[in-house]
């Protein structure tokens, strides 16, 4: 009774009313003007009889429009909410975040479309299974799970909970977790629902924000240090001159030779941190990067460092141009390409392979070596100024640096993925875009 008083309510009752009214009107009118002409000599014994029927013959044509109105508003209304759950289906469907449903025990029995592409699993093949399929092992033995669901009886609900969350592929995601129960109409827990944002690229963004703001600093510290230290270097460099030229004593003359020497080190790091600390003001063009790539390859085929090493080129055709400098470009691949010679020193068969391709918006470009490698605990400091693995005197650290601030610089991004004894692959990625 009480689920058809509610019906009734929602099936705007005040119409059916009022359309009854009229129904009623027009059926009392109808009898009133048959009783006016054609029934009037009619007994009033019959009379009654024909009262009596005609209100039962009333009550009946009223229940049947009743009827036929209610089931048409049913209808209406069943409709509305297959409606409902279809717009709410496919906002589900097609949300970018992984939306997943749980029962009481913790197995998924909703995996959305957003949940496939985020951790690689088709619906068809993770349905049924425990959500404690894509929770790292790490996590399971902190029992993770365990602070969740105490959250959540606590509170209702978990959100934006940071956490890593397996794909099947073994790789693990960042994600930002919301997590909640679902109750039925009786207030009764049957699952849980869950969303998870990927965070990957919005850490990353970050570090690579964090990472420009430490190679401005140290870019302003760089152009102070460059300036103080270049001007008396000048002037020592130029009493070593007169002194060697003063005399003729032979350990002298070697000993000026040797301080020279040292002062042409200097000179050479104090160059690199002016170019380091240099902001970029030279005329930009549209530039083809494969024909860079052969430039830079072609120049240091010439280098008797590069004597052995095969180069091998993977180049994609009608590549878009790009807007750069295309001496820093330059400048930037042959960086990248003595570190990979410099790491292949002990290679018997030291081999380079240069990739390009376009992704959507971007030319991505790969350098990959078959050299050492770099160790993992080194691998997020490699851009960071000074740093550097080569031995004492090969290097100043201040290459790769350079090159991530002119990559930077031009709205690129360039990383590293490297397994310490079988080589180090360098990506980057370049926009495709016009100057205005």
Not at 84 to 110: F, N, V
Not at 290 to 303: F, Q, R
Not at 350 to 357: E, H, S, W, Y
Request: glycine content about 6%; charged content about 25%.
């Amino acid at each position: 009774m009480k689920d058809i008083l509610k019906f009734l309510r929602e099936a705007r009752i005040g119409y059916l009313l009022f359309t009854s009214l009229i129904v009623l009107g027009v059926i009392f009118g109808a009898f009133e003007i048959i009783d006016q002409t054609l029934l009037k000599d009619i007994p009033p014994e019959t009379m009654r009889w024909l009262y009596f029927s005609r209100g039962a013959l009333a009550a009946l044509l009223l229940m049947i429009w009743a009827a036929w109105t209610v089931y048409n508003y049913r209808e209406y209304y069943e409709d509305q909410l297959q409606a409902t759950k279809l717009r709410y289906s496919d906002i589900i469907e097609h949300s970018a975040e992984a939306i997943i449903s749980l029962d009481t025990e913790g197995r998924i029995t909703s995996w959305n479309r957003g949940a496939e592409q985020m951790l690689g699993w088709h619906r068809d093949e993770i349905i049924g299974e425990s959500i404690n399929l894509i929770v790292p092992d790490k996590l399971i033995e902190l029992e993770e799970l365990e602070h969740i669901d105490a959250e959540i009886q606590r509170r209702g609900y978990i959100q934006n909970f940071e956490t890593e969350r397996l794909t099947k592929k073994g790789e693990k995601k960042l994600v930002n977790l919301t997590e909640s129960y679902v109750r039925n109409k009786d207030n009764e827990t049957v699952g849980r629902s869950l969303i998870l944002r990927d965070l990957t690229d919005v850490k990353m963004r970050e570090e690579q924000i964090q990472q420009s703001e430490r190679l401005a600093t140290v870019g302003h510290m760089a152009a102070g240090v460059a300036h103080e230290v270049g001007n008396p270097l000048t002037a020592i460099s130029s009493l070593v001159q007169v002194c060697q030229r003063k005399t003729n004593d032979e350990f002298i003359q070697d000993q000026l030779k040797k301080v020279r020497e040292h002062i042409q080190r200097i000179n050479k790091i104090v160059r690199e941190l002016v170019d380091f600390s240099r902001p970029s003001s030279m005329q930009t063009e549209h530039v083809q990067i494969n024909e860079v790539i052969k430039s830079a390859v072609g120049l240091l085929k010439h280098d008797a460092r590069c004597r052995d090493v095969n180069f091998k080129l993977n180049l994609a055709d009608n590549l878009p141009s790009i807007t750069c400098v295309p001496d820093q470009i330059h400048q930037v691949l042959v960086n990248l390409l003595l570190n990979a010679v410099d790491a292949m020193k002990e290679t018997a068969k030291p081999k380079i392979t240069i990739f390009t391709l376009k992704q959507q918006n971007n030319i991505k470009l790969t350098v990959a070596d078959v050299g050492k490698g770099i160790r993992e605990e080194n691998q997020p400091r490699i851009f960071e100024p000074f740093f550097t693995t080569k031995d004492v005197g090969r290097g100043t650290g201040l290459g790769l640096s350079v090159s991530h601030g002119i990559i930077n610089k031009m709205g690129g991004a360039i990383h590293a993925e490297s397994e310490y004894g079988k080589g180090t692959t360098f990506i980057i990625k370049l926009p495709i875009k016009t100057e205005e």
